[in-house]
């Protein structure tokens, strides 16, 4: 909790959100992982972040590489984040902090196909335990991502990191 200074109610409001925004996942991002501002960042112009009170740790995560923009430039900071989108983030994240699972083996993901454009990066968030099955047995890339849920997912990735960096 710390890591969240004087941002403390952000994470209270994050922490209890039925559904996560994109611009909630970009300021929890930069207050769980604050070494990612200094990777290389590309710049880029967003069309849309101006008023977001986070537009700072918006224009890191997309300068990074975590998250892409529509073909107008739009970040889309109020859209809610799906399970898919939630793992797309996480799996760039973990390739740029360099952890390593290690050579585990793919985990059966019924409502996903290997063929998706997503697989590897499901099955990388699934092999270091960011994301888990639904009560249906699904991964459910298309349903929202709760604030507890990206919340424990984030505290789980920081104990991952520290232990499984090269």
């Not at 109610?9 to 970009?26: G, N």
């Not at 992982?33 to 990777?39: A, E, G």
């Not at 799996?91 to 585990?104: F, K």
């Not at 639904?134 to 920081?158: C, F, H, P, W, Y």
């Amino acid at each position: 909790m710390g890591r969240w200074g004087a941002d403390i109610d952000q994470f209270r409001k994050i922490q209890s959100a039925t559904a996560i925004t994109r611009e909630q996942l970009s300021m929890m991002i930069l207050r769980y992982f604050p070494q990612v501002s200094d990777f290389r960042q590309t710049p880029t112009i967003v069309s849309d972040i101006q008023d977001a009170p986070a537009w700072r740790d918006i224009q890191t995560v997309v300068g990074i590489g975590l998250f892409d923009l529509t073909g107008n430039r739009a970040f889309g900071p109020a859209e809610t984040v799906t399970r898919g989108d939630f793992a797309v983030a996480m799996a760039r994240m973990i390739r740029l902090l360099g952890a390593n699972p290690g050579e585990a083996p793919s985990i059966s993901t019924p409502d996903l196909a290997p063929s998706s454009a997503i697989y590897q990066d499901v099955q990388l968030v699934l092999q270091c335990g960011l994301l888990t099955f639904g009560n249906a047995g699904k991964i459910d890339i298309s349903g929202q991502m709760t604030g507890e849920q990206a919340v424990s997912a984030a505290e789980r990735l920081l104990a991952f990191v520290r232990q499984n960096t090269k």
